[in-house]
């Protein structure tokens, strides 16, 4: 039975399911909905270890990986899988995001998502997802649901897959490279790239409840009127004077 830490294992995945299995990963993290739970970032980072002759053996690969192979079809597969995503939304619209809550679908996923596509505009985001986990699945379907057109959506793809795909892939292969006993580094330097992904996520979630927070006692204030002296059945207001 397979342990579901595995899943948030790089190394694991490279190991198992090889250099069609990072591909296709990176395909299903970017235009599945499904796939926001996968490891893109450090699986990036440790494939780049992987296509390194000095790692290779040391992750556990028979050989390296093809690096021209790497640098070509990931960013293939992030941006054909983040077209895929907002096709789904453009086509879809809110019926895709009015799902019953469940284990692996939240609407605060694609709350947040949609607070990025707003907060940086719809090109910007487009890039900027790319580097944050969750966002950057969750982002293309909402891009296309609020009718960013293909045609734009698709200039700033690219961008963002390339960017995000071959940074990632080189700073492994150099770091495989360059580092020596690098091998021993690779599930410390995975956490640590993890938490610098969701730093931003972390940010903006204390910073949304914070809002919330203000929000609700400014809606409050304006309901306590200041103490007025109470007027009697009689009571008249002065006359003005002559």
């Known amino acids: 039975m ?7 294992d790089a190394q694991w995945w490279i190991v198992t399911f090889g250099l069609i299995g990072i591909l296709a990963i990176i395909f299903a993290e970017t235009g599945l909905l499904v796939g926001f739970f996968l490891p893109g ?3 990036l980072v440790v494939a780049g270890m992987g296509a390194s002759t000095a790692v290779a053996s040391s992750v556990g690969l028979d050989s390296p990986f093809p690096l021209g192979v790497l ?7 992030a941006i054909a899988g983040a077209q895929l995503g907002h096709y789904i ?3 879809t619209g809110p019926r895709l995001f009015s799902r019953p809550e469940s284990r692996l679908f939240r609407q ?3 709350e947040k998502a949609e607070h990025y596509f707003q907060k940086f505009g719809p090109s910007k985001a487009v890039v900027l997802a790319r580097f944050i986990p ?3 699945t969750f982002l293309n379907p909402v891009a296309g649901m609020l009718g960013m057109p293909a045609p ?3 200039l700033w793809n690219v961008l963002g897959g390339l960017l995000w795909t071959e940074s990632m892939l080189l700073i492994g292969y150099y770091a495989g490279s360059a580092i020596p006993n690098v091998d021993r580094y690779i599930l410390p330097g995975a956490a640590v790239i993890i938490l610098l992904s969701v730093i931003p996520i972390v940010r903006e979630v204390l910073k949304s409840r914070k809002e919330l927070k203000a929000g609700r006692e400014s809606a409050v204030q304006p309901a306590v009127q200041p103490a007025t002296p109470p007027r009697g059945r ?6 003005p004077p002559m």
Do not use: Q, W
Not at 2 to 8: A, C, G, I, Q, V
Not at 234 to 239: G, L
């Open 152 to 154: 734009r959506f698709l």
């Open 41 to 43: 970032d450090s699986l």
């Open 89 to 91: 939304g453009m086509k």
């Open 234 to 239: 009689h009571h008249r207001d002065p006359a």
């Open 108 to 110: 605060e996923y694609v």
């Open 2 to 8: 397979m342990d579901l830490t595995n899943l948030l």
């Open 71 to 77: 640098l070509v079809g990931a960013p293939l597969c």
């Open 134 to 136: 969750i966002v950057r």
